[in-house]
């Protein structure tokens, strides 16, 4: 099916914008098209962007969802400080703006997301809404959709899917990496409070499905950070799953792998 991409800023920061997928024609014989909103990952970092979702985000759409592909404010790889031109950042950590980034993302769906797929004559099914995030998106996508309690003012997020996602800053191993540092703007020894409140792991329980998927041989964040997770979420009362598949960290952006398939069984398309 082909798809039409708009670009829709929902801030006013160069980096708070994200592309809108759409089917070429509005499914009218369903009852709400589904909704997926995608989280980039890439370690927080400038190095990379949206655009390393495309090709995925444009799957799909081609399968009859709409996608919301969003950016967020990153830091620099070389020094972790905010991009260069982020003229409201008040420190040297990109974090929480990456974080309220994402907040503001979803609650973009209520403005000019709605607004766009009503000039486009495209009804989605807003009790149901997924989350999508790799990586760190992942991170990004479970804090974000718990700080919201899995609502904005007119669309409910159901199922929000972390793909090989890092998800407790305070676990041994993480908590040293030098990405999660760079976030953080400090060390775990001198802001433990800081790791454990940007820590999707700690995050308030969501009446959301938290549909972990993981693959086996990924190398840049292990299988076991899920399993932590989704034994951790049991004790908390917290609804997740995991799903663990064959492939390596980048295999989810593969639209012919085991974990992207993965990933379409568990949004149903």
């Known amino acids: 099916m082909p798809v039409r991409r708009v670009k829709i800023a929902y801030g006013p920061n160069p980096d708070q914008f994200g592309?809108?997928?759409?089917?070429?024609?509005?499914?009218?014989?369903?009852?709400?098209?589904?909704?997926?909103?995608?989280?980039h990952g890439g370690s927080w970092s400038t190095e990379f962007s949206l655009t390393i979702n495309t090709a995925v985000?444009?799957?799909l759409a081609g399968r009859g969802a709409v996608v919301w592909n969003i950016e967020y404010r990153r830091a620099d790889p070389a020094t972790g400080a905010p991009a260069a031109g982020d003229a409201a950042a008040a420190s040297s950590s990109v974090?929480?703006?990456?974080?309220n980034d994402v907040i503001a993302?979803?609650?973009?769906l209520d403005g000019p997301v709605a607004d766009a797929l009503a000039t486009a004559g495209i009804g989605v099914d807003r009790?149901?809404?997924?989350a999508v995030g790799h990586s760190a998106g992942g991170h990004l996508a479970v804090w974000a959709v718990a700080q919201?309690?899995?609502r904005t003012a007119r669309h409910r997020i159901g199922t929000v899917v972390p793909q090989s996602a890092v998800l407790d800053f305070t676990f041994p191993g993480v908590r040293d990496k030098p990405s999660v540092r760079r976030l953080l703007g400090a060390t775990y020894e001198a802001a433990p409070g800081r790791y454990a409140q940007a820590s999707a792991a700690q995050a308030p329980v969501v009446d959301a499905l938290i549909a972990l998927v993981?693959?086996?041989q990924d190398e840049s964040v292990p299988v076991e950070l899920s399993r932590h997770y989704a034994q951790q979420a049991a004790g908390r009362g917290q609804r997740a799953t995991l799903v663990e598949v064959p492939g390596d960290h980048a295999a989810f952006l593969d639209t012919g792998s085991p974990a992207y398939r993965a990933t379409l069984r568990t949004l149903g398309l």
């Open 19 to 39: 592309h809108l997928y759409l089917p070429d024609r509005p499914l009218t014989e369903a009852p709400g098209t589904p909704l997926v909103v995608m989280i």
């Open 57 to 59: 985000a444009r799957d």
């Open 127 to 130: 009790r149901e809404v997924a």
């Open 148 to 150: 919201l309690g899995g």
């Open 95 to 99: 974090w929480p703006r990456c974080g």
């Open 214 to 216: 993981h693959t086996g």
């Open 105 to 108: 993302a979803l609650e973009a």
